[in-house]
């Protein structure tokens, strides 16, 4: 992915091959060497400048916007680290919002919604709106968005950057363990070593490239090994 032209140009990718099973994947940088513009150009949210992103056999690069919007909404899950809920909606509505936009009708997306947010332990606080709930809560919220619609893989983009090391560690530990349990993998860019421990395997970039990897026993027992299932 290259920015601008000539001698001015910039290379937030210079050469990156990456192949991802169902395992949990940590990407570490500092900022600026390319880990999110990699998570952007691997969920479809922009095209590379060249090169290909395969998923399930079809090359995102050559799809229109509007095609690869509609597969972000069906085949992958995305948690931020501000969580992005919507403040006037109520958790269970947030959550069934994929659903929804999809065209799946409002009794049933509710109706899975709910049975998300209680695997998350939220159970009885489906109808409170963002701002009654903790930071940790809102971020359960999230989780259970990004797995509704049964992705195929959820990026989360410095999902515990706005909590605490006791909420972070929560939190990651029910957005790994839910992954698994959807069968889908997990990319998480992060700057915080303890929250890559969550992950098998983790990546560290540099000026747009792969410079190290390296595997982690994970803090959880899912993604046993970080190898694929």
């Known amino acids: 992915m290259t920015y601008g032209g000539g001698p001015t140009a910039t290379h937030a990718l210079a050469g990156v091959d990456l192949d991802l099973g169902v395992e949990a994947l940590a990407v570490m940088g500092p900022s600026g060497s390319g880990k999110t513009t990699l998570l952007h150009c691997l969920a479809g949210i922009v095209p590379p400048t060249s ?5 399930r056999g079809r090359d995102l690069t050559g799809l229109s916007d509007a095609r690869r919007t509609v597969l972000r909404r069906s085949d992958f899950g995305f948690v931020f680290q501000s969580g992005q809920l919507l403040p006037e909606l109520p958790a269970v509505e947030n959550v069934a919002l994929p659903l929804m936009l999809a065209g799946v009708d409002r009794r049933t997306a509710t109706a899975r919604a709910a049975g ?7 159970g009885g606080l ?3 709106r963002p701002g009654e709930l903790s930071g940790g809560q809102g971020q359960r919220v999230a989780i259970a968005r990004a797995l509704v619609a049964t992705p195929g893989v959820v990026f989360a983009d410095e999902p515990t950057g706005a909590l605490d090391a006791a909420t972070s560690a929560e939190v990651m530990g029910v957005l790994v363990g839910a ?12 700057h915080d070593e303890d929250v890559a421990r969550w992950c098998g395997r983790v990546l560290t970039m540099g000026d747009g490239r792969l410079v190290a990897e390296r595997s982690y026993r ?12």
């Open 51 to 55: 090169g290909s992103v395969t998923w």
């Open 179 to 190: 992954t698994w349990t959807a069968g889908a993998a997990l990319v998480v860019v992060t």
């Open 126 to 128: 489906e109808q409170r």
């Open 218 to 229: 994970p803090a959880s027992a899912a993604f046993p090994g970080g190898g694929a299932r």
């Open 116 to 122: 998300w947010l209680d695997h998350l332990g939220l």
